[in-house]
């Protein structure tokens, strides 16, 4: 299936039928885009038709940033010119999804759940292509000490599929921006490698995304990483903190919803607890960038209404700093789970949920991208943040 080139049918989100955009201008007084990912694992095709629809838009990235799955997202959009990326995106979500020996199914939502539950069961036990496999006596079978004892994936084919579809030259010596997030096991600081300071490699991608007890940590110099996911699931206070005075649009694009219902039975229980132990962190990092944010804005106007000869030369630098504060429009993706998904959905990975995700992603940025007044900065340096989800519009 060629999914760049010929999209899916048009879909219904809930809201309205869905059209494409044709190409968006830069909006005036926008300096910079961002492109920020959240974990999710098998969610993350999600993120991949988030991009395509931007790509089509013309509202390519200056800034990419992501943790776990969206650091594989993030290093494949970094590490392509733009007119691969979505092919290339394109080419890594068949390849992990290629092992699926359930094409076809009765329709309904209860036989879908069946399908999906025995999809995640086998992707459990042989692992995807390009991705993970299986070793062999490993986890709580294998030697204490030993590689295997503490992990029950390898993730070596990973390693190869980045060396296929990312070309780190051109993340290092690139335009754009990039960055990806992981945990130090030992002392569970988190850190993110950035190309501004880090010479990028496969392995701080992978780092990004082993989430245990699945995927091995990986070593990089003298310390191990896990997956950032288990600290903080989004990059977003990492770009925001790196902006400077750069006003940016930026698209955060979410995995887990922090938005629910009430759950019903045991796996709808598992999927909400999941959903609130990754989406949290998204909601305090950006409620707290936006008190900082006025806070910052009230200063400054305090300061103005000092006589400049009142103010040590301290504060002259801050009212100077705080005069260019950035504009910033956050756009808000988030991923809406379907009503036969349970808590497996984030290691599901048939061709047929990725296909879906990926869709989903693609309608629900080009419904963002319709709402024109959002994209639009008003010149007051303040930060505004919309989510077609919550305004139901």
């Known amino acids: 299936m060629d999914m760049h080139t010929d999209p899916p049918p048009a879909h219904q989100t809930g809201r309205t039928r869905t059209r494409t955009v044709g190409k968006i201008p830069r909006p005036h007084g926008c300096q910079g885009i961002g492109l920020v990912f959240q974990g999710g694992g098998a969610l993350g095709a999600y993120q991949a038709g988030v991009y395509q629809a931007l790509h089509e838009a013309g509202l390519e990235p200056d800034w990419v940033a992501g943790v776990s799955i969206g650091a594989i997202n993030a290093a494949i959009i970094a590490g392509n010119k733009p007119e691969d990326r979505v092919r290339k995106l394109e080419r890594f979500w068949l390849d992990i999804t290629s092992r699926d020996p359930f094409t076809q199914w ?38 204490r000490g030993s590689r295997a004892a503490t992990a029950l994936y390898d993730t070596a084919p990973l390693r190869q599929t980045l060396h296929k579809l990312v070309d780190f030259n051109l993340i290092n010596d690139g335009p754009m921006r990039f960055a990806v997030g992981a945990v130090e096991v030992t002392s569970a600081n988190f850190a993110y490698f950035d190309n501004r300071h880090t010479e990028i490699a496969p392995e701080h991608i992978m780092a990004s995304g082993a989430l245990p007890p699945g995927l091995p940590m990986i070593r990089i110099g003298q310390h191990y990483y896990w997956d950032g996911g288990l600290v903080s699931n989004t990059p977003l206070q990492h770009l925001l903190d790196n902006l400077g005075s750069t006003s940016m649009l930026v698209f955060q694009v979410d995995l887990f919803s922090a938005s629910g219902n009430i759950p019903r039975d045991m796996p709808e229980v598992l999927s909400r607890a999941k959903d609130i132990q990754y989406s949290s962190r998204t909601r305090t990092t950006t409620d707290h960038f936006l008190q900082t944010h006025r806070l910052r804005q009230a200063l400054g106007e305090a300061l103005h209404l000092v006589p400049d000869e009142l103010l040590n030369q301290e504060q002259r630098e801050q009212k100077a700093s705080l005069d260019r504060l950035p504009e910033i429009n956050i756009m808000q993706l988030i991923y809406q789970q379907k009503a036969y998904e349970g808590d497996a959905k984030d290691y599901e990975f048939s061709r047929i949920s990725m296909k879906e995700h990926w869709r989903t992603g693609y309608y629900d940025t080009c419904n963002t991208l319709h709402h024109q007044d959002w994209l639009k900065f008003n010149g007051t340096g303040g930060i505004r943040s919309f989510d077609i989800h919550r305004t139901g519009e």
């Not at 209860?110 to 042989?126: C, D, E």
Request: aromatic share 16%; no cysteine.
């Open 106 to 143: 009765p329709e309904g939502d209860a036989s879908r759940m069946w399908r999906n539950m025995l999809s995640a069961m086998n992707g459990i036990m042989f692992g995807q292509p390009g991705f993970f496999k299986p070793r062999p006596a490993a986890g709580f079978f294998a030697p």
